[in-house]
């Protein structure tokens, strides 16, 4: 049992006791703040029973503790684990970091043909698209290169971990959980759309022309007179970008699919295939390669943003994918081997514990937050949210971070798009099935700037089909009014305080 909890129930049982004077007065008795205790009720009173939640509440300036719950029950990150990455990749990559495509060769050029073959080394860049490859051709091109008379082979990591230890089954199909690879094109993430039947065609999936090498059949309807018990869709993933649609979807209009790639190395390889139909004769084919010969030299290369701007995507859109490309490449970096996820957890394990952030009993699996194994307490967030706020190193971080009905993840969320929230919040979202948690900063308008950690696992579906707003959006609220109520008051007892010492 907290030691807080402990004391506000002694606290209560006294109270209950006295019979003479106000709350606030009863609180005075025993040299409690009223507002605190104030806040207390408040946080009691609108607690979810059914779900679990652990809080805290930080002044920034005098480091005092407003608020505090369950601080050191570990419980499940979502994407507030996205705050360890981004202070990690700063650590530990620095800002000038970029990922870095590039296309080598170790044959002369005749005629303006390459007289040999080509490598093209992928970097696991997350944000590479199959532009950015086109424009990769073009510079060639602009070099005088019109031809290439050998191979294309593709270099990228061996054996990859392309998902990380609890990672949902079923999510592996939506593009959201695309596998992490040194292959990534489009964000291993390919778009169609399932279109209804009718009475001349079946219900069909048309995918658009960027999907290459990836086939979906099915044989799914839509019940559109919606009369069915049971009715959903369900994606089966064959292997080698092979898919099957089946099930039910009821309605009578179209739908978007978005379908993450099974095998990044294939679709990157029938990819490279159809861009150089157009873009660059070949006159051998495209293959995977094991590495670039000693001899060979750089004749054109793409880089992605730096590594802030690429952080700046990841908290405000809550991107997996670089995320986790990240996680990987701080493994990779520090320990000098292949990326992977056991080796990003260790290294930012090692990297934060250094930075003063203490992990015990805290676990690791991966950098988006998407794995149900990773587990943290408020306390271990609230640390990193500290280095944000005070390290000059990370310090940019608090403007990247979704503002609420602003920007990113906290544009539009139910709670947060109007007053007494709306501006106020700058905070990571951190979202999936069952979890709601919320970590940041309240800067309020002449007042000191409050850190803030709620997290909230153990939610019933039924809940969400409320439409409510979230339980974090009701703490900050009753938190902020606490706050404005305190700053009144002091503010009135300057005033007399000024007024008293005044010559009469």
């Known amino acids: 049992m907290d030691l807080l909890f402990k004391t506000m129930l002694y606290t209560g049982l006294i109270l209950s006791s006295l019979s003479i004077g106000s709350r606030a007065e009863q609180a005075n008795i025993l040299g409690i703040e009223p507002n605190a205790m104030a806040l207390s009720q408040s946080i009691a009173n609108i607690n979810p029973r059914h779900s679990q939640t652990a809080l805290l509440a930080l002044d920034l300036a005098s480091n005092n503790i407003i608020y505090s719950q369950q601080a050191d029950t570990l419980l499940i990150p979502a994407s507030t684990q996205k705050i360890l990455t981004a202070v990690t990749a700063m650590a530990e990559l620095g800002s000038e970091f970029r990922y870095v495509t590039e296309l080598w060769t170790d044959a002369p050029i005749r005629n303006g043909h390459i007289a040999g073959s080509v490598y093209l080394r992928f970097s696991g860049d997350p944000t590479l698209t199959q532009l950015d490859l086109t424009a990769l051709f073009a510079s060639l091109v602009k070099q005088g290169i019109n031809g290439i008379d050998g191979h294309m082979y593709l270099i990228g990591d061996k054996q990859e971990q392309l998902q990380a230890p609890g990672w949902v089954w079923d999510d592996l199909g939506i593009c959201y959980a695309a596998p992490v690879s040194s292959y990534i094109i489009n964000q291993n993430c390919v778009f169609g759309q399932f279109t209804p039947s009718n009475e001349k065609q079946p219900s069909k999936v048309v995918l658009r022309a960027s999907s ?3 086939q979906v059949s099915s044989d799914a309807v839509f019940d559109q007179q919606a009369n069915r018990d049971f009715c959903q869709l369900d994606l089966v993933r064959l292997g080698q970008n092979n898919y099957h649609l089946r099930g039910c979807y ?13 095998d990044p190395a294939q679709f ?16 051998g084919k495209v293959r995977m390669g094991n590495s670039i010969p000693k001899k060979a030299k750089l004749i054109a290369s793409h880089s992605s943003q730096p590594l802030p701007e690429l952080l700046k995507v990841m908290l405000l859109k809550s991107d997996n994918l670089i995320a986790d490309s990240l996680f990987k490449q701080i493994g990779k970096n520090y320990y000098r081997t292949q990326g992977s996820f056991t080796h990003g957890a260790a290294a930012m394990r090692r990297i934060l514990t250094d930075l003063g952030v203490d992990l015990t009993n805290a676990n690791i699996v991966d950098g988006s937050g998407l794995s149900r194994y990773n587990l943290l307490n408020v306390n271990q967030l609230a640390s990193v949210l500290k280095l944000i706020y005070r ?21 539009y969320r139910t709670g947060f798009t109007k007053p007494p929230l709306k501006n106020l919040i700058f905070a990571k979202t951190g979202s999936m099935q069952g979890i709601a948690n919320l970590a940041g900063f309240i800067r309020l308008p002449q007042q ?10 153990g939610i019933s579906p039924e809940v969400k089909k409320q439409h409510k707003p979230p339980f974090s959006a009701d703490f900050l609220t009753q938190l902020i009014a606490k706050l404005q109520i305190k700053t009144t008051s002091i503010d009135t007892n300057t005033i007399q305080a000024n007024s008293k010492a005044k010559p009469q």
């Open 212 to 214: 290459y090498g990836v």
């Open 448 to 457: 000191n700037d409050i850190l803030f950690v709620v997290l909230e696992n």
């Open 268 to 283: 990157a390889r029938d990819t490279l295939t159809a861009i150089l139909k157009v873009e660059m004769p070949l006159s």
């Open 250 to 262: 009821p309605g009578a209009v179209a739908i978007p699919l978005a379908i993450a790639v099974t």
């Open 391 to 411: 390290d000059n190193r990370f310090s940019s971080l608090i403007d990247n971070l979704p503002q609420s009905g602003v920007s990113g993840t906290l544009k």
